[in-house]
């Protein structure tokens, strides 16, 4: 009912910036609500973890880990949310999703998630 793409990512230097894009649309032109975003990265041989997220209200939460350096946020009226990312670490390097939280005009809230997107930052 609802596709999620994440683009953005690449190969970036330690101490670079990267804004990753999130764009919600429906598959077969379903009326949907977005009620929260979610990015999430997972590194090779580590678990799934959330970075951040943001609610259609605008409230944010961050991983302590990218507190200070990382900022969500989204446009309600493209269905579109963003991961701006500053002073990066080797660290950050993964793969990024990103999930959307949605109720349609004939489903229930569920989560819908995009394919990843790969951050890899250099040291």
């Known amino acids: 009912q609802v596709q999620v793409v994440e683009s953005g990512g690449r190969l970036v230097q330690a101490g670079g910036s990267l804004r990753l894009t999130c764009a919600a649309s429906?598959?077969?032109?379903?009326?949907?609500?977005?009620?929260?975003m979610g990015w999430y990265r997972q590194a090779p041989g580590k678990q799934r973890e959330l970075v951040a997220s943001?609610?259609?209200?605008?409230?944010?939460n961050y991983a302590d880990s990218v507190k200070g350096r990382f900022t969500v946020s989204r446009d309600n009226a493209k269905n579109t949310g963003y991961l701006q990312m500053n002073s990066l670490k080797p660290e950050d390097t993964a793969i990024y999703y990103c999930?959307?939280?949605?109720?349609?005009?004939?489903?229930?809230?569920?989560?819908?998630w995009g394919q990843g997107t790969q951050v890899t930052v250099s040291s």
């Open positions: 429906g598959t077969s032109g379903s009326i949907f609500r977005i009620y929260a």
């Open positions: 943001i609610t259609s209200g605008g409230a944010t």
């Open positions: 999930s959307a939280n949605a109720a349609t005009s004939i489903h229930v809230a569920r989560d819908y």
